[in-house]
């Protein structure tokens, strides 16, 4: 019993451990090799990154993606697994807030969750439409452009829910900083 | 509203296909003659002849289960090799260095045992071949054995002979018919949706902020399918379902989810079809739904809710720490509910940074162990509180017990019992034992109520062989890796053995036909009972524990 377990053991190891992932791996490069290889971004021919990995963006010009518990180390994926109960991550989070009322001049008041927690992943490469709307009135001022003019980026960039009822309402942050460096923001 | 909505559209949908697979597999098992027999039959021929297997011979329960567990623990040998060994072997790009042997240990028993908890990030710890043969490879094995060791049990139950059939073919078919098929087909469906399938390396970039980022890549969606399919759980990186190349979309996050649902719900309609009483799946169905829905509601009001500090901060929406935008809060709810009720143990979602409230879902769900479950397993602890219930109620009216026209006696109750009671044994005992010992206590994130709920819910997703974690935890330590690693062993092994046992006594008693007096269990009366009884023993092992980690500091939360 034990030389025919493991002939099976071995046997199966060779069709399941390197059969079924190559065979799989040659069907996803010939159908579908942009989302096989990671969705990646290229300018000029150069890869900067993945529309699904959120990169950081710190000047005032650009949207920002959510906070990064590994600051969107992608070698370092994950969340910040703070205990929301406790009170410093609370003043913490409530900081942040304060922080995006302030750069709005005051004219955001309720601040979007997203937009001040940090992802699962701490890859988030979307923003709820709100959190990416209450970033407007900073990069109005930063690059010259109208707030209408930028929301009207946001509202065409968003994407809704699939089939109507799963997932949420979102805008992905690359895609909305393509658009701004299409507009001349550097 | 939406929500509401999504829950109905998904339940639905598990159902569909629940009725589907369960009808397929009740084919494959119980008859000879199988649907695509052209297709499939020559494969299996193949590797029967490759392994010297005798495809008419059928088993008692001891050889059944001695088989099963010989053949596990080969291949956990095998997988254990590859870790220590995986930076002198091919297709390592990453250039990632050997195993330790402690973790290699933990991860080798973790993924025979269908756990899938992880003391390493795979972006950092694992070679692409190290993916393939140590963590695809019990993906399937484990997934078919658990599954196998259902369907052998359900032969003892209801058949008439003690042998309960033949263990390799039970799992060359498995794999051959359902697994492979079902997770090659999910795979393509999940890199159409944007999730990443390649042998190439990582990717180093300057980001369009002039930083550097190097983004990881591999054979991830092969992975991902028999990850959901297998009810097994491990991220092929650090973020596990969170990460956007493991769950790209909320369509992804659909197929995840019903993936998860579909081995569990579809082996009680098997269950049904070989009674032949669809009614008693049903029943037994809808008596895990009712927990389930339960389970669900309460972590997403809780999360809904959110926190009443930031709230009264003007920071509107509820808890979003831990959680991805493409998710949101119902998504993620769910998928919590999903991964620890199939005690998958993947996450979209940090289960740490839940609500307290919202974390007790997950750590409740993984003490019941029985709503739905993990493939296989999750029938088998079923039927356990089948025959449990039965047993309780048959004291009530004074009749022998009868499960399926079969009277349940001595043996069975003893095996019943160590199938049991082993359960909370495996979780209490380690968790008492490493918050009072000083060195385990240093590996707490969160100390308080939250540092308890840390250790417990590391023993307890080891020994319902969930794997998820509150992941707060430093667990890549040495006590943690032994200790996790054994309690993983004993939550898989221990209950297999004693239910196959039981199953194999069984099997030689005649059923009485169309006993009157005795108790039914296809009536929605018994469904209540089995909710009832699940919920008492539950609540008798571990309210207490629960009361000092997520029940206590939730009301701390609200009334302080």
């Known amino acids: 019993m034990f030389l025919k377990a493991l002939r099976l053991s071995l046997v199966l190891w060779v069709l399941i451990g390197l059969v079924y992932p190559l065979v799989t791996n040659v069907f996803a490069q010939v159908l579908f090799p942009y989302q096989a290889n990671g969705s990646l971004l290229e300018e000029d021919g150069v890869v900067r990154g993945s529309l699904r990995i959120a990169q950081p963006y710190t000047g005032d010009q650009w949207f920002h993606p959510r906070p990064s518990a590994s600051n969107y180390d992608a070698l370092d994926s994950g969340g910040t697994n703070a205990d929301v109960a406790r009170a410093d991550y609370q003043a913490e989070i409530i900081a942040r807030a304060d922080a995006v009322r302030d750069e709005s001049s005051g004219i955001v008041q309720a601040v979007p969750n997203d937009l001040v927690t940090a992802s699962g992943s701490g890859l988030d490469a979307d923003l709820s439409v709100p959190a990416a709307l209450a970033q407007v009135p900073r990069i109005a001022r930063a690059t010259g452009l109208s707030e209408e003019e930028l929301s009207a980026i946001v509202a065409r960039h968003t994407v809704g829910r699939e089939l109507f009822l799963f997932g949420e309402e979102r805008v992905n942050v690359h895609e909305l900083n393509q658009a701004l460096r299409e507009r001349g923001v550097r | ?560």
């Open chain 2, 1 to 560: 509203m939406i929500d509401l909505l999504m829950i109905i559209v998904f339940v639905l949908l598990v159902t569909v296909f629940m009725i589907a697979i369960g009808t397929y597999m009740y084919r494959i098992f119980f008859f000879t003659e199988a649907p695509f027999d052209r297709l499939f039959l020559p494969v299996e021929r193949v590797i029967y002849r490759l392994s010297d297997i005798d495809e008419d011979a059928s088993m008692n329960w001891k050889t059944y289960a001695a088989s099963l567990v010989v053949t596990n623990f080969i291949m956990m040998a095998l997988m254990y090799l590859v870790l220590r060994l995986q930076a002198y072997l091919p297709l390592n790009p990453a250039g990632i260095p050997n195993m330790p042997p402690a973790l290699a240990y933990n991860t080798a028993t973790s993924f025979i045992t269908n756990t899938n908890w992880q003391a390493y990030s795979g972006e950092v710890a694992m070679s692409y071949l190290a993916q393939m043969l140590s963590i695809i490879y019990p993906m399937f094995t484990s997934a078919a054995t658990g599954i196998v060791a259902a369907v052998a049990m359900v032969r003892g139950l209801t058949g008439k002979s003690p042998l309960i059939g033949n263990f390799f073919v039970d799992l060359v078919r498995t794999i051959i018919r359902l697994l492979l098929p079902l997770s090659f087909l999910v795979a393509l469906i999940l890199v159409a949706e944007g999730a990443v399938m390649t042998l190439k390396p990582y990717v180093a970039v300057t980001t369009f902020d002039g930083t550097v980022q190097t983004i990881p890549r591999g054979p991830v969606a092969a992975y991902e399918s028999i990850k959901h399919i297998g009810t097994n759980g491990g991220g092929f990186f650090g973020a596990n379902a969170a990460h956007p190349f493991e769950n790209p979309s909320p369509i992804t996050n659909l197929i995840h989810m019903l993936s998860m649902m579909l081995i569990p719900s579809s082996l009680i309609y098997m269950l049904g079809l070989v009674l032949k009483k669809k009614k008693q799946a049903w029943v037994l169905a809808g008596a895990v739904w009712f927990i389930f829905l339960s389970m669900f509601a309460t972590v997403y009001i809780s999360e809904r809710l959110g926190v009443p500090a930031l709230t009264a901060a003007g920071i509107t929406g509820g808890n979003m720490e831990g959680k991805e935008v493409r998710f949101g809060i119902a998504a993620s709810s769910l998928f919590t509910t999903v991964t620890t009720a199939a005690t998958t143990g993947s996450v979209n979602n940090m289960h740490e940074s839940l609500t307290p409230l919202g974390g007790f879902v997950p750590i409740a769900q993984m003490m019941l162990n029985n709503v739905f479950g993990g493939v296989g397993a999750g029938l088998m602890n079923i039927l356990l509180y089948v025959l449990l219930a039965v047993f309780l109620t048959g004291l009530m009216i004074g009749r022998t017990p009868e499960i399926f026209g079969k009277k349940i006696e001595t043996h069975e109750m003893k095996m019943m019992a160590i199938a049991l009671l082993t359960h909370p044994f495996i979780i209490l005992v380690p968790t008492a034992l490493a918050l009072a010992l000083p060195g385990p206590v240093q590996s707490i994130l969160n100390p308080g109520s939250h540092g308890l709920s840390e250790v417990l819910y590391a023993y307890d997703s080891g020994a319902a062989n969930n794997g998820s974690a509150f992941a707060g935890l430093d667990a890549d330590t040495v006590f943690y890796n032994t200790t996790i690693g054994t309690v993983m062993m004993l939550g898989r092994f221990i209950s297999i053995i004693a239910l196959l046992s039981l199953a194999g006594s069984m099997g030689g008693k005649v059923a009485t036909e169309g006993n009157v007096v005795s108790l039914r269990t296809d009536t929605p009366f018994f469904g209540a009972i089995y909710v009832v009884v699940v919920l008492i023993i539950g609540a008798l092992a571990f309210f207490p524990v629960l009361a000092l980690g997520p029940i206590g500091e939730q009301l701390v939360m609200w009334f302080h």
